[in-house]
């Protein structure tokens, strides 16, 4: 989690986090499924599966001037992630009012992120843990505006890995990152700031906490989730910008080779919305700054309601 | 973690858990770095990254009467794990006086379990986290005795994935076993107890929580840990046992085909021990019952120093 500028974090514990599920002992006085707690205390067992086993799940949600971008999406994706795990039904009612009511409770500031996990909870108890973490974004503007070097780095799985195996949890957004985190020291370790993963048969798939999009003349594409990918909430809101300014916007399964002769490409998140890739494996790659600029704006910007 | 059968679980912090690093508040009035804390109280932040990003390790002892199985051997794996997470280095000295001041605080009991958790701790605080949990290990006659249902499941990686990729930690203990659990899960679903995972390239791997043993004729054979799994504590206790029995036993890559012409095959584990299986992918293997026993009584006899 980023710098906190100074600023408290936020947390809620989402008490009753899952559909059909009895309300637990923190919620008897809180019928709304909702309590803000210290931050600063400990509220997890260290029995809790979501330590054991990473076993849960999470979305980290922007948010630009109080407003969450693409909520209904990130929730979408977390049920998605829930049932991938055999985890119960979240009830997004009430986590979206637990979003809301810990970005409301948090000081205000322009850009915050806001991390949900649902875990599988203590083993015997019957009940998921979930809560809402809401605090500062980092300061993203260097990675915005000057670009990021990237590595590409080998995923291990072929690109049709995910279909036939739905154990390996690929497309499921899970606490499980000790790859991804790992993949983030390597790259550091090789002079870059983030990775993209390529599939083990050679196609470019996602970086470890964002998606890739690249653009070719007046064609941008991402990978299809088929690749065993997470969909991109973001990539969702860029090909938006990118289809009002007239590229084309597909989704194709991209030989490594391909993506070394893209004319651009950015690794889009929720938090840091786009970064242009100013440097792939050391080769340097061209950053258009001012429609960079425009895509970050756009990304910020709360669709009208 | 199993059924407590009435007993208290014992939770010992570990305060000072690597080398080189700063004492924790926690440890300023127990300077051996061990503090037995409330089982039933939260001890974590929500930030520790080894529930937001499954970012640590673990290692799970077996306790036979009051002596933990194959300390040094769990112990070293355990700073092998580190090494390959980039974890601080572990104090290997302060842990093993914690696993035995939490065995000994906890009712004696014919076995335990011994879980050590190592995460990355806090972002921005610098230290990591540590501890050390004790219950009754679960019954396990019927598995040791009857034996256990398995299916083969493919774990989506190459056989030789893990040499020229250090950052899939294959061959680390992590907590981010998502994976591993849901493929328990499916092996549920097929109607049976556990799994065996396969490479990609059909060669047997290991078992989500368990080691391999094959036997044929007079010959046992388990997979090497080059092939991307974890080093078996209790297989290397295993060999023992089955060289004192005159069987050759070898280190070899073993395609999935010559799994299913064994003529007996076990899970070995730290607290299960040892689990003949009886069913592969729905077919009969035969359980030698008096071998599994003797085998089981040597893997819970402490050695002799």
């Not at 690249?214 to 909430?233: E, F, K, N, W």
């Not at 300014?245 to 998140?269: I, N």
């Not at 910020?300 to 309601?305: A, C, D, G, S």
């Given at each position: ?134 605090e500062p974004a980092g300061d993203f503007t260097a990675a915005r505006t000057d670009g990021i070097r990237v590595v590409t780095l080998d995923r291990g799985y072929r690109h049709d890995a995910a279909e036939p195996a739905p154990w390996l949890l690929l497309g499921a957004k899970t606490l499980s990152y000790a790859v991804n985190q790992a993949a983030l ?89 786009a970064a242009p890739v100013r440097a792939l494996d050391g080769a340097p790659l061209a950053v258009d700054t001012a429609l960079t600029a425009d895509l970050v704006a756009a990304l ?6």
């Open positions: 989690m980023g710098d906190t500028g100074g600023m408290s974090p936020v947390l809620a514990l989402v008490t009753r986090p899952a559909l059909s599920r009895p309300a637990t002992g923190h919620a008897a006085s809180h019928d709304d499924g909702v309590e803000l707690v210290d931050p600063a205390a400990a509220h997890l067992l260290v029995t809790d599966l979501g330590v054991q086993r990473g076993d849960g799940i999470f979305e980290t949600i922007g948010v630009s001037n109080g407003s969450p971008l693409s909520l209904d999406e990130h929730l979408a994706r977390f049920a998605h992630s829930a049932a991938l795990l055999d985890l119960p039904d979240p009830d997004l009612e009430v986590w979206r009012r637990a979003i809301l009511t810990a970005i409301g409770a948090h000081e205000s500031a322009q850009e915050l992120s806001a991390k949900i996990v649902l875990t599988r909870g203590v083993p015997g108890r019957g009940e998921a843990s979930g809560w809402v973490w809401v020291r390597e790259a550091e370790r090789r002079g870059a700031d983030d990775v993209i993963f390529v599939s083990s048969d050679g196609y470019v798939l996602e970086g470890p906490t964002s998606t890739v999009i690249v653009r070719h003349g007046q064609s941008v594409s991402t990978t299809p989730t088929t690749a065993g990918i997470l969909a991109g909430t973001t990539q969702a809101r860029a090909f938006d910008f990118f289809s009002s300014r007239g590229f084309a916007c597909e989704f194709a399964l991209m030989p490594l080779e391909r993506l070394r002769q893209a004319d651009a490409a950015w690794l889009v998140s929720s938090v840091r919305q910020l910007t709360p669709p009208q309601r």
